[in-house]
C-alpha cells in the first residue's frame, strides 16, 4: 500500500500483520475497539454494543454497527498517518464560467469567509437557490491555501450528481468520489466527494468539510452523523452545512449560537418560493383504498392541465400508485399522457427522462422524488401530505419542485390532507419564514 493511502485515514490491518512488525514511520498504529464490562466501544463508528452481541469465539469482538465499512474486531488495528496536505496546487484553480446574482455572491462571501476561519456554519438557502455555486468560491480559495476537503451527502444520488460539476469547477484538483456502490479503488485526492458514511474511514483529515443536503436523511442530525463528521475533520478544522430544511438539532446549534447561519431566501430567479396551500379532506384514505380520488382533487388536476400546465402528484406509497393510476383513468385522464413511477421502478429513469421531454403531462409518484429532480414550470400536488412518510423537510422539498424556472417562477403547490398535522404546518412555517426574509431583500 502506497503511504500516502494512510494520510487521514484509518486502515483497517489484520493480526498477523500488525504483529509481524512495527509499521514504519510514520504510521502511527491506533486501536479498533474498546472493551468495557458490559459494552464494547468501536472506535470508527462510535457506536456502543452490548458484550454479547458483539462477541466472536476466543474472545474476541468486533463492532456490528459498521460492518458494512468492513469488519472491525479486536483482532484489528488501524494505521494511520495524520495528515500532510501534500498537495499541488494548479491554477486556475476556479475553472467555473458562471456567473453569479448580487444576493448569491453575497451568501458566496460568506461562505468563503466562514471556511477561512474554519468555522461551523450553516447555509440556510432554499431550494433553487443554486447552493452547489455558492460553495465555489470557498473551496476555491481553500483548495488555493493548500486545504484537504471533502463536500459529503448522506444521499448517494447526491454525490453522484455532485461529482461532475465539482470535476468541471475545479478541472485541475485531484478529486476522488467514494460511496457504498463501487468499487474504485481508494487514491488520496485534495478533494474528496463521499457519503456522510464513508467519512468514518477518515480521521482528522480535513481542514473544511462540507455537507451537502445535511437533513436528507431520516434523522439526518442522527448521533453517527454527527460522529463521522466530527472525527473525519481536523480538531481545528471547518464544518459548512448545506439545507434548504434543517432539523431541530441544526436549529437548536443555531439559537445556541455554536453554528453560524447565512441565508439565502430567494430563488436564483430571484422569485419568492410557491406557498402551500391546504385543502382538508378527511377520508382521503378510505377513497383512495376503494380505487377512487376526492372530487376537488379531480378537478384541481382538470383545470391544471386545462391551462396547459404540468405537474407531480405525490402520494404516500409505493402500493398506492396502481389504485390511483386506476382511479385516474377511470375519471377519463389518458394512460399514455402520465405515469407512475416510484423508487424500485426498473424504468425510473426512462419515465424521469419522459417528463423532462414532454412526453408525459404529469407523474404519479412518491417522496422518490422530492428532491434532485428538477422539471421546470410545474405544478405540485400532494394527496395525503398527513401521512407520516412525508417529514416536514420532505414537504418543503416536495414544494420546492415548483417554480424553479425563470419563465414560469410561480407555480402551485397543494397539499391535500386528512386532518391539520404538525409536520405540514412545519413545512408551510418554514416556507413562510424564508419568504419573509425574501421579501425584506426584494424591497
Ligand atoms: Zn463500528
Known amino acids: 500500500m502506497k503511504l500516502t493511502e494512510y494520510y487521514g485515514r484509518r486502515v483497517l490491518v489484520d493480526r498477523p500483520d500488525w504483529q509481524a512488525k512495527q509499521p514504519p514511520a510514520p504510521i502511527q498504529t491506533l486501536e479498533t475497539i474498546t472493551v468495557g464490562d458490559r459494552k464494547i466501544e468501536c472506535r470508527r463508528c462510535g457506536q456502543k454494543t452490548p458484550k454479547k452481541i458483539a ?38 484553480v476556479l475553472t467555473w464560467q458562471g456567473q453569479l446574482s448580487p444576493l448569491q455572491q453575497e451568501a458566496a462571501e460568506e461562505v468563503a469567509t466562514g471556511m477561512k476561519k474554519h468555522q461551523h456554519q450553516l447555509l440556510w438557502a432554499v431550494t433553487g437557490a443554486g447552493k452547489t455555486e455558492m460553495m465555489f468560491r470557498g473551496i476555491a480559495a481553500a483548495l488555493r491555501r493548500g486545504e484537504r476537503l471533502a ?5 448517494v444520488d447526491v454525490c453522484l450528481e455532485l461529482y461532475p460539476r465539482l470535476q468541471a469547477a475545479f478541472a485541475n484538483t485531484t478529486m476522488v468520489l467514494l460511496h457504498g456502490r463501487q468499487e474504485l479503488p481508494y487514491r488520496y485526492a485534495q478533494l474528496t466527494i463521499c457519503t456522510t458514511h464513508q467519512l468514518l474511514r477518515f480521521y482528522h ?3 473544511n468539510l462540507i455537507i451537502d443536503e445535511v437533513d436528507a436523511f431520516p ?7 454527527l460522529y463521522a463528521t466530527g472525527q473525519a475533520v481536523k480538531e481545528k478544522g ?18 445556541q449560537k455554536e453554528l453560524a447561519v447565512s441565508y439565502l431566501p430567494l430563488r436564483y430567479h430571484g422569485h419568492l418560493l410557491p406557498e402551500v396551500r391546504l385543502r382538508l379532506t378527511p377520508r382521503w384514505r378510505r377513497t383512495l383504498d376503494q380505487k377512487r380520488l376526492p372530487a376537488n ?30 382511479a385516474l383513468e377511470t375519471v377519463g385522464f389518458e394512460r399514455r399522457t402520465f405515469t407512475t413511477v416510484h423508487a424500485a421502478d426498473p424504468e425510473r429513469l426512462a419515465k424521469v427522462q419522459g417528463m423532462r421531454d414532454g412526453r408525459y403531462d404529469f407523474l404519479v409518484t412518491t417522496t422518490i422524488m422530492e428532491r434532485g429532480v428538477t422539471f421546470p414550470e410545474i405544478d405540485v400536488f400532494v394527496l395525503g401530505a398527513d401521512d407520516p412518510v412525508f417529514s416536514s ?15 414560469r417562477p410561480d407555480g402551485r403547490v397543494i397539499f391535500w390532507l386528512g386532518c ?24
Open 205 to 207: 483529515a480535513f481542514d
Open 393 to 407: 423537510s420532505a414537504l418543503v422539498q416536495i414544494a420546492g419542485r415548483a417554480g424553479r424556472a425563470r419563465s
Open 55 to 92: 462477541a466472536l469465539p476466543n474472545g474476541e469482538f468486533y463492532c456490528p454497527r459498521c460492518i458494512n465499512l468492513g469488519r472491525v474486531a479486536t483482532l484489528n488495528k488501524f494505521y494511520h498517518v495524520p495528515e500532510p496536505n501534500q498537495f499541488v496546487v494548479k491554477e486556475p
Open 420 to 443: 391539520p398535522c404538525r409536520r405540514v404546518r412545519e413545512a408551510a412555517r418554514q416556507i413562510r419564514f424564508m419568504n419573509q426574509k425574501g421579501r425584506a431583500l426584494q424591497r
Open 219 to 225: 434523522y439526518a442530525a442522527n448521533a453517527a452523523l
Open 238 to 255: 471547518g464544518c459548512l452545512y448545506l439545507t434548504a430544511t434543517p432539523g431541530p438539532s441544526l436549529l437548536r446549534q443555531v439559537r
Open 297 to 326: 382533487l379531480v378537478a384541481e388536476l382538470r383545470r391544471t392541465l386545462a391551462a396547459g400546465h404540468r405537474f407531480l402528484f405525490f402520494v404516500p406509497h409505493v402500493r398506492d400508485l396502481p389504485g390511483i393510476a386506476g
Open 151 to 155: 463536500v459529503a451527502s448522506p444521499r
